[in-house]
């Protein structure tokens, strides 16, 4: 059974920082494109980021392009975002989802970031 | 970017009875492969996302059958031939075309009657 654990999500002052992490197990994670998915509660989705399996491939929305860095280390089934200069509106509930056939086949539980002074 | 507009946004349906909801897309999802990286997901009341469909028709592992996805270039359609107490949820639509970024439609919220 395929599994993603976030974790991380605190409660931080605008202009702080903080990095997200995602363990991933049941599944052969270093061939697979890994997304961070946003929600602030009661609202829609947001795509955050991705990276491909190696990590040479990499994207952001533009919202958090600048200030948010995507990593994996893929000898520990791990996923990362680090989250820099943080502003109220990066308020949300944040997912790891594992693409497959093109899709987030797989989503963690979501852990939840609050940005405010 | 590409922007998926879904309709409804609200969608009140007694158990027993059919359900679907569109998706359109601002620009073809259709690539030269033949596949639509259009997907469909499911979010049940405090849960997370789930996949439901893949590349326009195909359905996730352990989809139930009632869920079927039709459409193709900008024109999508997600179909529940007989709505359960358990479809209850805001269901999305998402393209993957473009990386950059992907996007979800606003959402369609089901009720039942």
């Known amino acids: 059974e395929v599994q993603l654990v976030e974790s991380g999500g605190v409660v931080v002052r605008p202009g702080g920082s903080l990095r997200l992490s995602c363990a991933a197990s049941g599944v052969s994670f270093d061939v697979h494109t890994m997304h961070w998915v946003r929600q602030v509660p009661g609202e829609g989705l947001e795509w955050v980021s991705l990276i491909d399996w190696s990590g040479t491939y990499i994207d952001y929305a533009d919202s958090v392009k600048g200030r948010f860095t995507v990593s994996r280390d893929n000898s520990k089934n791990s996923l990362y975002l680090q989250m820099n200069s943080l502003r109220t509106e990066d308020t949300a509930l944040y997912y790891c989802a594992l693409e497959e056939n093109g899709a987030l086949a797989y989503w963690g539980q979501g852990t939840l970031v609050t940005v405010s002074s | 970017d590409i922007v998926l507009t879904q309709s409804p946004l609200s969608l009140p349906v007694t158990p027993g009875e059919p359900a679907s909801i569109s998706c359109r897309s601002t620009q073809s999802l259709l690539r030269s492969n033949g596949y639509n990286y259009l997907h469909w997901y499911l979010q049940k009341p405090g849960q997370s996302p789930q996949l439901l469909i893949y590349m326009g028709s195909n359905r996730a592992s352990g989809v139930p059958d009632r869920f079927s996805g039709s459409g193709s270039g900008t024109d999508f359609t997600l179909k529940i031939s007989r709505v359960e107490a358990e479809d209850v949820g805001v269901y999305y639509c998402?393209?993957?075309?473009?990386?950059?970024?992907?996007?979800f439609g606003q959402g369609t919220k089901l009720e039942i009657k």
């Open positions: 998402m393209q993957s075309l473009l990386t950059h970024p992907h996007t």
